[in-house]
């Protein structure tokens, strides 16, 4: 990473010292004073939450506990703590996502193909007149802070009343934290009924056990049956997907630090599919899931067009009667003028979607 100039420093610090102290994360002047603004807001918003406090009675008492708590968070972000951290939410939609240290922080990217799923989903709907279009079963598993289940809960409530969507991790840290941005935003009135309809659970998604519960569930006889169509509507997942020399060698230093490795790189499970790469070991265990549980659609997300192709080599070889996509990272964009709408696999035209990086495989059951 290249030396901030000495002459942005001094700049930044004649016009306020915070905005010196964030330089070395944010990078520059703009992205610095937004920052800044947000901090300020956050630290208004505690000040104000504290009001009532003997403690805050005094007003100068008041100042300055705001002062010190200012240049303190300015510290953390500048020494290289995500801002998500420290503001201990990230806008995800129409929701209020809080975030935690040991909890992957939710990506804008995410958001754009969870949306781009829900429009989908909807509008497949509209050409279906079956009863059963009322009700729909969202499965999301590697759930983490529960960004992508409630995301779609909230966009897809209201079209399907008997909307169910059950989430799974296993980081104990983040199952409470899902469980927690539930309860949130169902407080803040961006979820409704969420505490009937939206569950999350600790669980290892290689274990056999808990896959022999899931089939029991969600009434599918036995492993490699193929269970019937509907058993299972939407299955989702933005799993563990770089290697560990990628993440050595390709994320940011505030993501080496901070987020939690566990969400990043998978760990190896090469007993159990001797074939894969490393990184990609959850997408076959995913696609042994939806060849059993057959859902109507599955996205998962993937870190490059490389690994996305990956992916789809996988889901042809493991999953029949399924249509393919690639997804990028803004899939309802017109792609640019050097990105092709289509990708050879083997013998198969796969289309891609959008505009930006390859960041997911879609898939829609056909039979």
């Not at 703590?81 to 990506?107: A, S, W």
């Not at 057959?294 to 009667?321: I, K, N, T, W, Y």
């Amino acid at each position: 990473m290249p030396r901030l100039p000495p002459s942005l420093i001094r700049r930044a610090h004649s016009i306020s010292p915070h905005l010196a102290t964030l330089l070395p994360a944010c990078r520059d002047l703009g992205s610095a004073r937004n920052e800044l603004r947000w901090i300020r807001e956050h630290v208004a918003e505690v000040a104000s939450s504290r009001g009532d406090n003997s403690s805050y009675s005094s007003t100068p008492s008041r100042e300055l506990e705001s002062n010190a708590l200012l240049s303190r968070l300015c510290r953390r972000r500048g020494s290289g703590v995500p801002l998500q951290y420290i503001l201990g939410t990230q806008p995800f939609g129409d929701l209020e996502i809080k975030c935690r240290p040991g909890v992957l922080i939710p990506r804008p990217e995410t958001e754009a193909w969870v949306t781009e799923l829900a429009g989908v989903v909807c509008r497949d709907s509209g050409r279906n007149d079956d009863k059963k279009s009322i009700s729909l079963r969202v499965l999301d598993l590697c759930t983490g802070s529960g960004c992508i289940a409630l995301l779609l809960y909230s966009l897809l409530q209201r079209r399907f009343p008997g909307l169910s969507v059950r989430g799974f991790d296993v980081e104990p840290r983040a199952v409470a934290l899902a469980r927690e941005n539930s309860a949130y935003n169902t407080l803040q009135g961006f979820l409704s009924r969420a505490e009937q309809n939206v569950r999350f659970e600790e669980a290892d998604i290689f274990s056999a056990e808990w896959l022999a519960s899931l089939l029991r569930l969600y009434g599918v006889n036995g492993i490699g049956t193929g269970g019937e169509r509907g058993a299972m509507d939407i299955l989702v997942s933005n799993p563990p997907y770089i290697s560990a020399q990628g993440f050595n060698r390709d994320t940011t230093r505030s993501v080496r630090n901070y987020e939690p490795k566990l969400a990043l790189v998978p760990a190896l499970q090469s007993t159990s599919f001797p074939d894969c790469r490393p990184e990609d070991v959850f997408y076959a265990r995913l696609l042994e899931i939806a060849d059993v549980l057959r859902p109507r659609f599955a996205v998962f997300e993937v870190g490059d067009l490389e690994q996305a192709l990956h992916v789809v080599r996988m889901a042809r070889s493991r999953c029949d009667g399924v249509e393919i996509e690639v997804w990028r990272d803004w899939p309802d964009m017109e792609p640019c003028r050097d990105e092709g709408n289509v990708v050879g696999v083997n013998d198969v035209m796969v289309p891609v979607r959008g505009s930006g990086n390859g960041r997911a495989v879609f898939l829609r059951r056909t039979i």
